[in-house]
C-alpha cells in the first residue's frame, strides 16, 4: 500500500511536495539543455561559426518536434495525474500503456514527414546557402531517432505524473555525459562535424530511452493492481483532449522560433550564429521556471483527481514565488555577464560581431525572465485542471505577439526587435492566466 501512495502530493505540506518535486525536474532539465548547449560548443570551436551556424539553422526545427515529443508526454501524464491522485490504479495503468502505444506509433509516422520536408522547410525558411547542407544532414539524422525521443520524453512525463521526479533526473545526468563524450569523440575525434553531434544525440536518446522503460515497468510491477487493459479507447480519447492543446502550446515556443528565425535569417551568417548561441544560452536559463510550471501542473492534476481544489491556491503561490525568484536570480546573472556565456560558443578574435549581437540579445530578454515563470506557473494550473481552452488561449496570445512584432519591426531594428518581442508575449499569456485563475472556471473542468 506504501508503494501506491509514494509520490502523491494530495495530502501533507505542499510547500515541502513541491520543493522535494521540483528540484529533481529543475535539475533534470537543465542537464537536457546542458548536453544540447554542449553539442553547440564542440562544433563551433572545433568546426568554426559556418557549422555552428548549421546546427542553428536546424534548432528551430528540432526544436519544434521536440517540443511536440514534450507536449505529447505532458497532455498525457495530466490523465495519469488525476486517476492516480483518484487511486484509480487499474485505469492508470490502462492509460500508460494506451499512452506509449500511441506515442510509438504517432513518432514513427512523424519521422517520416520530417524525412520528406526536411530540405524543403529548410528552403522555405531561407537557410543561408553556405551551411544549407551541413544543417540538411543534420536534421535527416536526427529524424530517424525520433521513436527514442518521443518514448524518452513520455517516460519522464509519467514518471513525473506518479510523483517521482528524480529517475529522470537520474536518466537525463546518464544521457548528458553520454552524448558530450560521444560529441567529442565523433566531432573532435572522428571529426564527423555536424553530422556526428546528430549521431551522438540519437545514440544518447536511445540509450536513455530503453533504461527508462526498463525503470519504469519495475515501477509500475510494484504498484499492485488487479488485471488491467492494454489498450482503452475512451482514455486515449481523454488524454488527446489534453494533449494536444499541449501539443500546441508546447509547439508554439518553437513555431514561434521557427518563424522568427526565418524572419532574421536574411542577416547573415554572422547575425545567425550570434543569435544560435544567445537561444542557447536562453533556452538553459528558462529550464527551471519552465520546470516549475510543469511540477504546479502535476500538483493541480493530483489534487483534482483527490477532489481537493482547496489546496491548489497554496501550492500556486508557492511555485509563483519559486519561479520569480529563479527568473530574476538568472537575470542578475546574464545581464551582466552575456557576453562571457556568448563567447564560449565563438572565437572571440573571429566572431566579434556575432558575440556583440548575442550579448545583447541576452542582457535585455533576461531582465525579464521573472514574466516568462510567472506565465508558465499560472498556465500550469490551467493544464493540470484541464482548463485546455484558456491554457491554449495564453499560448496562442503569446506566439501571435511575438511573430506579429518581429515582423513589423525585424527590418527597422536589422533583427534586434527580438530581443523585445518575447517579453511582450509573456506578459501578455500571464495576463490572460491570471485573469482566468482568479475567475475560477478552471475549477469546474473534469477529465476523469
Known amino acids: 500500500m506504501a508503494e501506491q501512495i509514494k509520490g502523491s502530493m494530495v495530502n501533507g505540506n505542499p510547500t515541502k511536495a513541491l520543493i522535494g518535486f521540483t528540484l529533481p525536474m529543475v535539475a533534470g532539465n537543465l542537464f537536457q539543455q546542458f548536453y544540447n548547449i554542449m553539442d553547440s560548443i564542440i562544433v563551433g570551436n572545433v568546426e568554426g561559426e559556418k557549422a555552428l551556424a548549421a546546427v542553428g539553422a536546424s534548432t528551430a526545427i528540432t526544436m519544434l518536434f521536440v517540443m511536440v515529443a514534450m507536449g505529447t508526454g505532458i497532455g498525457c501524464s495530466v490523465v495519469i495525474s488525476q486517476l492516480f491522485g483518484a487511486k484509480q490504479l487499474e485505469k492508470m495503468k490502462t492509460a500508460i500503456s494506451t499512452a506509449l502505444l500511441s506515442i510509438l506509433g504517432f513518432s514513427i509516422f512523424l519521422s517520416v514527414v520530417g524525412i520528406v520536408i526536411n530540405r524543403g522547410v529548410m528552403r522555405l525558411m531561407g537557410t543561408p546557402k553556405d551551411v544549407f547542407e551541413d544543417a540538411a544532414k543534420y536534421m535527416q539524422i536526427y529524424f ?13 512525463a509519467i514518471f513525473n505524473a506518479l510523483g517521482d521526479s528524480r529517475k529522470p533526473l537520474l536518466f537525463l545526468m546518464f544521457s548528458s555525459l553520454l552524448n558530450i563524450g560521444l560529441d567529442l569523440y565523433f566531432v573532435a575525434g ?39 487493459a492494454r489498450f482503452d479507447g475512451e482514455l486515449l480519447k481523454n488524454m488527446i483532449k489534453v494533449a494536444i492543446p499541449t501539443i500546441i502550446q508546447q509547439s508554439i515556443v518553437s513555431v514561434g522560433m521557427l518563424l522568427i528565425q526565418s524572419a532574421v535569417n536574411r542577416f547573415g551568417s554572422s547575425f545567425l550564429a550570434g543569435y544560435t548561441a544567445a537561444t542557447k544560452i536562453d533556452n538553459i536559463a528558462i529550464v527551471p521556471m519552465v520546470a516549475v510550471g510543469n511540477a504546479a501542473s502535476t500538483y493541480v492534476a493530483q489534487n483534482m483527481g483527490a477532489k481537493k481544489p482547496g489546496r491548489v491556491g497554496k501550492g500556486y503561490r508557492i511555485c509563483l514565488v519559486m519561479a520569480a525568484g529563479i527568473g530574476l536570480t538568472i537575470a542578475l546573472l546574464l545581464h551582466f555577464t552575456g557576453d ?78 527580438i530581443m523585445w518581442a518575447n517579453p511582450a508575449g509573456w506578459s501578455i499569456g500571464l495576463f490572460i492566466a491570471v485573469f482566468r485563475y482568479f475567475q475560477g472556471g478552471w475549477k469546474k473542468k473534469e477529465i476523469i
Open 340 to 417: 562571457s556565456f556568448i563567447g564560449l560558443f565563438l572565437d572571440t578574435n573571429s566572431s566579434a560581431e556575432a558575440i556583440s549581437i548575442g550579448a545583447d540579445y541576452l542582457s535585455t530578454v533576461s531582465m525579464f525572465y521573472f514574466v516568462m515563470g510567472l506565465m508558465n506557473v499560472s498556465g500550469g494550473v490551467l493544464r493540470g485542471a484541464a482548463d485546455m481552452g484558456w491554457f491554449l488561449s495564453c499560448s496562442l496570445c503569446n506566439l501571435m505577439t511575438r511573430v506579429a512584432l518581429t515582423y513589423a519591426f525585424a527590418d527597422i531594428t536589422h533583427g534586434m526587435i
Open 190 to 228: 572522428l571529426h564527423m562535424g555536424v553530422a556526428g553531434v546528430a549521431w551522438a544525440t540519437l545514440i544518447a536518446q536511445g540509450i536513455s530511452a530503453l533504461l527508462s522503460f526498463y525503470f519504469l515497468m519495475v515501477k509500475l510491477r510494484k504498484i499492485k493492481t488487479s488485471k488491467f
Open 144 to 156: 530517424f531517432g525520433f521513436a527514442f525521443l518521443f518514448l524518452y520524453n513520455a517516460f519522464s
